[in-house]
């Protein structure tokens, strides 16, 4: 498979609408360059400018939705769309992540799970989601997850359990930080012997430079591809038969003794 990590920066200077049509540009540009592109994390507004959540909530089907959606069918790509504010109809906010086919049709939402801010920011702005999510593709089980959610390995194990490969992340991770982004986005990969594609973003969101360099991991934590700070594509191609063969060659996973089941 080929994915392609679009690794935006976020400019204060620039609306939600331009970003939008911007990043909708930039899928469509991966036509035939990629099977899969992923996004990070609240790209229309920035993961820290907390103050931009509730004017920028969008329904789950609103603008971002529609665009990406289309931007995925004319690509033809399948496309983890990172994530939006998204308010509920019952009121309230959700860090949410869009997939979709590459005929532009949802696939998957998932709301994030962890929310960061220790009790401000994300933590009190936004619910909570409860829900696990897999998408099941040709070639591979995706696993969707969200920034902070790296820090949680009972989450991937739950994915894995779910029978994904390919794990996901959406992120809008700090570059004080960044040494942290690394060294988690390799141990998910290690100790779920599957690919871990972790998009990141650029720029300053609110005042906090984020880290960038997107990465993706093979199923033994060898670094496949890493990007730099600012914005850019990385594209890596990757083998999903490998996630088998290596669960095969080296059976870690089937000596789990804490009463969870053994992975599909």
């Known amino acids: 498979m080929r994915a392609s990590l679009i690794q935006i920066a976020v400019n204060e200077d620039e609306s939600v609408n331009e970003r939008r049509e911007r990043v909708s540009s930039l899928v469509r540009d991966e036509a035939g360059a990629a099977d899969l592109v992923v996004l990070p994390e609240l790209w229309t507004t920035g993961a820290f400018a907390y103050e931009l959540f509730a004017d920028e909530a969008e329904p789950l089907e609103g603008p971002t939705f529609e665009a990406m959606a289309k931007a995925a069918r004319d690509a033809g790509v399948w496309l983890h769309a990172g ?56 070639e591979t089980v995706l696993g969707v997850s969200t920034c902070y959610d790296l820090r949680f390995p009972e989450l991937y194990r739950g994915l894995v359990d779910r029978g994904a ?3 996901l992340v959406a992120a809008g991770w700090p570059e004080r930080r960044r040494a942290h982004w690394t060294l988690l986005a390799q141990a998910r990969a290690v ?33 496949l ?40």
């Open 191 to 223: 100790e779920n012997q599957a690919y871990v594609l972790a998009c990141g973003s650029a720029g300053t969101h609110a005042g906090v430079p984020q880290a960038g360099h997107s990465i993706a991991v093979d199923p033994w934590g060898e670094v």
């Open 83 to 138: 994530s939006i504010p998204e308010r509920d109809p019952e009121g309230p906010l959700y860090n949410t992540a869009l997939l979709f086919t590459p005929e532009g049709e949802p696939a998957a939402a998932y709301r994030k799970i962890h929310r960061f801010g220790f009790d401000k920011g994300e933590a009190v702005l936004m619910s909570a989601g409860d829900e696990l999510v897999t998408a099941r593709l040709p």
């Open 225 to 264: 591809a890493e990007a730099g700070a600012g914005e850019e594509v990385l594209r890596v191609e990757f083998d999903p038969a490998r996630v088998g063969a290596t669960r095969e060659q080296f059976p870690a996973l089937k000596d789990r003794t804490l009463g969870l089941a053994p992975p599909r």
């Open 165 to 167: 490969e390919t794990l």
